[in-house]
């Protein structure tokens, strides 16, 4: 999965309580690639899709859960990538606690992040070809995830979601 090269990373993260505003006007641009519903599935190569998973793995944690639930809103409804980016916004939210130094609500996100992708594991694919859950690396993340759980407190830092 690849950003789009037209669309530039945030000129800086945005950090809860922090002065800094979001850098809104660059998210609106991933956003408006939003479709107002996805038929069958969310395609693996969605650009929005891509860009939210890319902007995680570069550290723009409160950014890359806002892309991933608006990519997550319009996914099909009980479908499988609609599963896989729950966890992956758990994955997001969990990076964030983390680069606030709130280990333990990173850790419980973490672990709801993990069962996210248990109940993935649990549903047989789809057969879709090109969709999200078929094409992404779930069981990496899903070994990632307990690699994580797993690590001492003062050890663990942020989970890339694509780059597991």
């Known amino acids: ?29 991933a956003k408006a690639l939003v479709p107002l519903r996805y038929a069958r599935f969310v395609p693996a190569d969605d650009p929005a899709l891509c860009y939210g998973l890319a902007l995680n793995d ?4 409160w950014e890359a859960h806002e892309i991933l639930e608006a990519v997550w809103k319009v996914a099909p409804q009980r479908g499988r990538d609609r599963i896989l980016l729950r966890a992956c916004i758990q994955v997001a939210n969990a990076n964030l606690k983390l680069s606030l130094q709130r280990p333990r609500a990173a850790h419980r996100l973490l672990q709801d992040a993990l069962s996210e992708l248990d109940e993935l594991a649990m549903r047989p694919p789809a057969g879709i070809a090109g969709s999200f859950s078929e094409h992404f690396p779930v069981a990496m993340l899903a070994s990632a995830l307990a690699h994580q759980l797993a690590t001492d407190e003062a050890e663990r830092g942020p989970v890339k979601i694509t780059g597991t």
């Not at 570069?58 to 944690?61: I, K, L, Q, R, S």
């Open 1 to 29: 999965m690849t950003v789009t090269p037209s669309l530039a990373m945030p000129r800086w993260p945005y950090r809860l309580g922090k002065q800094t505003k979001a850098d809104h006007d660059t998210l609106a641009q």
């Open 58 to 61: 570069a550290g723009f944690f």
